[in-house]
């Protein structure tokens, strides 16, 4: 088969290298790792939810550009993204909202209903809104890459035809 101008394989879509793909896949699982001690050491160090969910997006990235979308579905599935952006926003929302309807100010997370002291509350309550960014970012950069190659990631670029 032959390839396209930049090594692209016009029928995947993608840069076909064994060397690339054995080493995004072995590089993939420590950059989700450290994207997950991001987010939950947020409250307590410099990162936080935003930091780690553009580094969980940039390992599904990672993958979909080194393997192609279809390898890419058994991480992280293309209509994953709307829903996860849904569930993230959702999370922070609910948190902030129910410290509204308990008596506090909006993401006063000393109002939070966890039956700890204070101060474990407040991480906590700071633990759970981090959660939610970063799975909304996760998700809604991934939707955005998942939107943007569309169908024509596949298919090559229709100037090869």
Do not use: N
């Amino acid at each position: 088969m032959e390839r396209g101008r930049e090594g692209i394989d016009p029928m995947r879509g993608y840069y076909d290298d064994r060397i690339v793909a054995l080493s995004s896949r072995l590089v993939v699982p420590f950059i989700q790792l450290f994207a997950l001690y991001v987010v939950f050491h947020g409250h307590y160090s410099p990162g936080g939810g935003f930091q780690g969910g553009a580094m969980l997006a940039a390992s599904f990235l990672l993958i979909r550009l080194s393997v192609g979308s279809d390898g890419a579905q058994l991480q992280f599935r293309k209509g994953w993204g709307t829903p996860g952006s849904s569930i993230g926003t959702l999370i922070y929302l609910v948190t902030g909202l129910s410290t509204l309807l308990l008596g506090g100010y909006f993401l006063d997370y000393s109002q939070l209903p966890l039956g700890m002291g204070e101060s474990e509350t407040r991480s906590m309550g700071i633990l759970i809104v981090e959660i939610g960014v970063a799975v909304a970012v996760a998700c809604t950069l991934t939707a955005i890459y998942d939107d943007l190659v569309g169908e024509e990631g596949r298919r090559g670029s229709p100037h090869d035809a």
